[in-house]
């Protein structure tokens, strides 16, 4: 007999409700030996709500309400309880105590999911969708994941490997009448059939920066020379006082992050240190960290003070150019407020009076929509870009192959193996190291 696990569902702290999840074989047994309603739940009916009270050793702990999902017909596929209590951490807590000391065990993190994944209620495709959900950064990236959860990638990936099958098949049947001399299909049409296989792996695989983006957000690197203004301007776009401004430079020493939403995509906004030679330890560390942050930025924005001269920042703007130049690096002239010259040639701001910001944050909005363009409907990770390469090059090496007169049963064996890495996006093939390194990204409860 499996174990029963629970576990808090919600976020740990003060707040109107939690919800504990029970599930496993003994989770009505469990449940009805602390839990007083009008009717015992193992009389309910699935998809049913009651309402009553939690005891343990005799004293009251909560009024509750208690869902019940009974197997096969539940998120795990097994007997599933959800109770729904005042929130804080003292309420839940006292539940789960209660819980485990009739007989349940608190579960690992993701284990709810991988039970669902084992018992076939979802596939490995869809079990990453449900992370991508609840880290998403991004409005699209929500929706992309809740119809991968619905399984789109996953009918995608059937129908792609049905036709490579048909193709192996078709190659494999002529061996058959090879004395006869038929061909069932020209080798062109197996061509262009593994090319539009190759295409569509290409295009998914290649979608994965995009895919990142929605799923951790678009990085904007604020760099520039100590005051500047790049403090200021982080603030200005937070609306906010997140980070100290100062007179005095080399007030920046770490970096700052935080994040806000612009055209529906999460931005993450990092302050850092301004650029300089110093004698100060802490500051050189500082500094130091600046290029860590700069090789992960999706976009850096070099800040110019314009009080000393609109082209005072020149040569770090050029030389952030030719280092980062994925992140397109984009030259603002700040405290414009305190210069007569013109400008119409920069984007220019002041950070102090808050000139410019709503042009800026179209600008970066601008720039976070164009980079995930790429994506449709699907978010591909790591993994799947993993795989969908391999299978591109086996495929490609498929064609050289055809084209070269090498036997059909030996091309078909490469096409076979292509379907199979096919499977292993979806769990059709997996093993318990994958299935490891998938759910430690998830939290305990889900």
Not at 134 to 143: D, E, K, T, Y
Not at 439 to 444: E, L, N
Request: charged share 25%.
């Amino acid at each position: 007999m499996g174990k029963t696990i629970t576990a808090l569902a919600t976020p740990p702290g003060v707040s109107g409700m939690a919800v504990i999840r029970l599930s496993g074989e003994k989770s009505i047994e469990i449940i009805d030996k602390c839990f007083m309603g009008k009717t015992r739940i193992a009389d309910c009916k699935s998809h049913t709500i009651h309402f009553g009270n939690i005891f343990h050793a005799g004293k009251l702990i909560d009024t509750v309400t208690v869902t019940v999902f009974k197997s096969p017909h539940s998120y795990t596929g097994e007997d599933v309880v959800e109770i729904g209590c005042h929130g804080g951490n003292v309420i839940y807590s006292l539940i789960i105590d209660a819980l485990i000391s009739l007989g349940a065990e608190i579960a690992e993190p993701g284990e709810f999911t991988r039970r669902a994944f084992i018992n076939g209620k979802l596939d490995l495709a869809q079990v990453e969708a449900v992370a991508d959900i609840i880290h998403s950064n991004s409005v699209p990236g929500a929706q992309t994941s809740a119809r991968q959860l619905v399984g789109e990638f996953t009918c995608r990936m059937k129908n792609l490997r049905k036709s490579l099958m048909s193709a192996a098949s078709l190659l494999e049947l002529e061996l058959d009448f090879a004395d006869e001399g038929f061909e069932f299909v020209s080798k062109d049409s197996i061509i262009d059939q593994i090319n539009d296989a190759i295409n569509i792996c290409r295009n998914l695989f290649s979608s994965f920066h995009s895919a990142e983006i929605l799923r951790e957000g678009f990085y904007v690197g604020i760099a520039g020379y100590p005051n500047s203004g790049k403090s200021t301007l982080f603030n200005s776009l937070l609306s906010k006082e997140r980070a100290i401004v100062s007179h005095l430079p080399g007030t920046t020493r770490d970096y700052l992050e935080e994040s806000l939403l612009i055209n529906g995509i999460g931005v993450k906004l990092i302050d850092t240190a301004g650029i300089r030679e110093s004698d100060d330890i802490i500051e050189i560390q500082g500094i130091a960290l600046v290029e860590s942050v700069l090789k992960q930025s999706d976009m850096i924005l070099v800040i110019n003070d314009a009080s000393k001269g609109l082209h005072f920042s020149d040569n770090l703007f050029n030389e952030l150019k030719a280092k980062y130049p994925n992140a397109h690096p984009l030259l603002i002239q700040n405290k414009i407020d305190l210069i007569d010259a013109k400008t119409d040639d920069y984007i220019s701001i002041s950070a102090k009076h808050k000139i410019g910001i709503e042009e800026l944050k179209s600008n970066i909005g601008e720039s976070a929509s164009n980079s995930v363009n790429r994506v449709t409907d699907v978010l591909i990770n790591q993994r799947h870009s993993k795989l969908l390469k391999q299978v591109s090059e086996i495929l490609e090496n498929s064609i050289f192959e055809i084209r070269n007169g090498k036997e059909n049963e030996l091309i078909a064996i490469d096409i076979r193996e292509a379907s199979a890495k096919l499977g292993d996006i979806t769990g059709d093939n997996w093993n318990e190291e994958v299935l490891n390194n998938i759910f430690a990204a998830f939290c305990i409860g889900k």
